[in-house]
C-alpha cells in the first residue's frame, strides 16, 4: 500500500510538472524520525509512555509468572488429584490463561491502551510538526513535502492549487454516464 502510494505520489507529481510548463516547482523533504528524536518535547512524552507501558510489561509478566507457576504445580500434582480436583484446577488454569491474553489485548492490542495513549499523547506534537512544516514550506516557497519513510514518501504539506481531487472525481462522474 505504501509502495502504491509512492508510485502514486511520484507519477502525479511528475503529470503536474509536465503541465505546469515554465513553472518551477519546489519539492522538499523531511524526516519526522529525525525531528521528533531531536525535539525535547517528544522525548519527554516517549521518556512517560516508556514508563507507562514498563509498568503495564511488569504486570503481564509478573500475570504470566503466576500462572507458569500454577501449570507447573499442577503438572507436578495431578497424578495425586482426583478428577473432580483435576477438573477444577484445569478451570482455574483456563481462567488465568485467558485474564493474560486478555490483558495482554486491552493493554497492547492494535487498539490497545497503548496505542491510545500513545495516541493522545503523541497527537499535539505531531499537530505542531505539521504546522511548522507548513509555516516553512510557504516561507521557503516550497510547492510540495514529503517525508522521507522507511519504504515510502508520504505528503505532508501541497499547495492548494496542485489539488486536482475535485477534478478527478469530475472526470470520473462524466466518464461513468
Not at 512524552?45 to 504445580?73: C, H, I, N, P, R
Amino acid at each position: 500500500m505504501k509502495r502504491i502510494s509512492l508510485f502514486l505520489s511520484i507519477v502525479c507529481l511528475l503529470a503536474f510538472s509536465l503541465t505546469a510548463g515554465a513553472q518551477n516547482l519546489k519539492i522538499g523533504y523531511v524526516d519526522s524520525q529525525k525531528i521528533f528524536e531531536g525535539l525535547p518535547e517528544a522525548q519527554d512524552v516517549q521518556k512517560q509512555l516508556d514508563k507507562q507501558l514498563g509498568l503495564w510489561q511488569d504486570t503481564l509478566e509478573t500475570m504470566s509468572k503466576e500462572y507458569m507457576t500454577e501449570v507447573e504445580a499442577y503438572q507436578a500434582q495431578q497424578a495425586m488429584m482426583s478428577a473432580s480436583v483435576k477438573e477444577e484446577k484445569q478451570q482455574v488454569l483456563i481462567r488465568m490463561q485467558q485474564d493474560v491474553t486478555d490483558y495482554r489485548t486491552r493493554k497492547f492490542g492494535q487498539t490497545g491502551d497503548a496505542a491510545r495513549l500513545r495516541q493522545a499523547m503523541l497527537q499535539p506534537l505531531q499537530n505542531k510538526v505539521l504546522k511548522a512544516i507548513e509555516e516553512m514550506a510557504k516561507e521557503e516557497k516550497l510547492n510540495f513535502v514529503f517525508d522521507k519513510i522507511e519504504d515510502a514518501a508520504l505528503l505532508l504539506y501541497a499547495e492548494a492549487k496542485f489539488d486536482y481531487t475535485f477534478k478527478v472525481l469530475d472526470f470520473l462522474k462524466r466518464g461513468s454516464r
